[in-house]
């Protein structure tokens, strides 16, 4: 009777080996769902970044132009390598105070309708 014991121990059953690599391929799987989380996030920040700087760069070269004294909405693509990106500048005229306008400065990708990045400002003559 102890010899069938001491037999039984020295191997590793099939299911022991099952359970161990069900084990595994669940940490698989969570570790690479994190990876293409982390890179989707990593991309969607990227795209945040440059539309935080084409604002910034076209704010100026709005202001520059004489774009932002009247109130109206104006709208625009960047050149290459950024015509991915479009604009869109909205100029508001105070109510309480006809010296100030209000500057809503937004940058898109192209045919979204949700802005990534928007400057707000206002400016008074």
Known sequence: MM???ISRSRGVALMEVLVAVT?????????LGSLSNS??????LS?????????????VTLEIAGALAQ???TAGA???PNDAYTWKLRVE??????DRRRIEL???LSGDKAALYSLNSYVLD
Not at 39 to 44: D, G, N, P
Not at 93 to 98: C, E, Q, R, W
């Open 47 to 59: 795209k945040k970044e440059i539309a935080r700087e084409l604002a910034q760069g076209q704010l």
């Open 39 to 44: 890179a989707r996030l990593q991309s969607t």
């Open 93 to 98: 005229a105070s109510l309480a105070n006809p």
């Open 106 to 108: 937004s940058v898109s």
């Open 71 to 73: 109130p109206g909405v």
């Open 23 to 31: 084990i595994l391929g669940a940490g698989m799987g969570v570790a």
């Open 78 to 80: 960047f050149d290459p």
């Open 3 to 5: 010899r069938n014991v």
